[in-house]
């Protein structure tokens, strides 16, 4: 059974190479944009940092670390569930009842669809964040090096938990673009300054409703020895939990896709 999960994902990214090949000024003009996209963040916040040089004790490096550490764990599950967003699409058509007459797992199936998925973001995303690690003055350890590691795929698994929270709910309400564009609109907006700038219900929402704080804030707190700051205080320990909260996520995320399929009966197209 693994071995033909294994053909099977091997086949698909074979085919996103053979797509990427075929349609190459896509693929580079998608490239050049993701460049762009994430080059604007960055400036956006070294114009907002030299107005005020200091946000509640954090740098513009270290925000600027805040935030290439996010696109660590956040193109990472880009590269590998990135369609898991397209779930309410096949359900809303009819095309979803293919994946449940097929000798593999729906979302396996969900996950490996062939198109125009290729590692070039995440790929991005290790340069940002070597220059960042840099501009801070990272103290490399074999512990920290762990940490990284534990924030980079247990942030991956957050960011996949939720959209695939999100993408199940259309087992119920079959459109729902605007939930999913309002909680990307949330992670991708908040995530970019320290969790310590705002007031209690958006900490609260950002570390335990959607655990986006473990993707980044946490984990970068612990890393630059930034646990106590003007009116808040971060217990060390959270920034090495991440891998835990994405498990946990995950498994929740994924019970609940289950029941979701079970309930399925097809939308009569």
């Not at 630059?224 to 060390?236: E, F, I, M, R």
Request: charged residues 10%; aromatic residues 20%; glycine residues 6%.
């Amino acid at each position: 059974m693994a071995s033909r999960y294994v053909a099977a994902y091997r086949q698909f990214w074979r085919l996103n190479t053979l797509t990427l090949l075929e349609y190459k000024a896509n693929f580079f003009i998608w490239f050049a944009f993701t460049i762009v996209y994430h080059g604007i963040a960055v400036a956006t916040i070294w114009i907002m940092m030299s107005r005020f040089p200091s946000m509640n004790g954090w740098r513009w490096q270290e925000v600027f670390f805040l935030y290439a550490l996010y696109m660590v764990g956040h193109t990472l599950n880009n590269t590998f569930f990135f369609t898991i967003g397209e779930v309410p699409d096949h359900i809303r058509e009819g095309r979803f009842d293919r994946f449940l007459v097929r000798p593999l797992d729906p979302l396996f199936q969900v996950l490996s669809q062939p198109g125009q998925i290729w590692p070039d973001e995440f790929a991005i995303a290790l340069v940002f964040f070597a220059f960042a690690q840099g501009a801070v003055h990272l103290q490399w350890t074999a512990a920290g090096a762990l940490l990284l590691v534990f924030a980079g795929l247990g942030g991956a698994l957050i960011d996949f938990a939720v959209q695939l929270f999100v993408a199940t709910l259309s087992f119920w309400v079959i459109r729902m673009d605007a939930l999913r564009w309002v909680v990307m609109s949330l992670e991708n907006d908040f995530t970019r300054y320290p969790l310590s700038i705002y007031n209690k219900a958006v900490r609260i929402m950002l570390a335990y409703v959607f655990p986006f704080a473990f993707m980044n804030y946490f984990p970068a707190t612990t890393l630059l020895h930034k646990t106590s700051q003007a009116g808040y205080t971060v217990n060390p320990m959270l920034g090495w939990l991440t891998l835990a909260v994405g498990a946990v996520w995950f498994s929740a995320a994924y019970l609940f896709w289950r029941a979701g399929v079970n309930r399925y009966q097809g939308t009569g197209s």
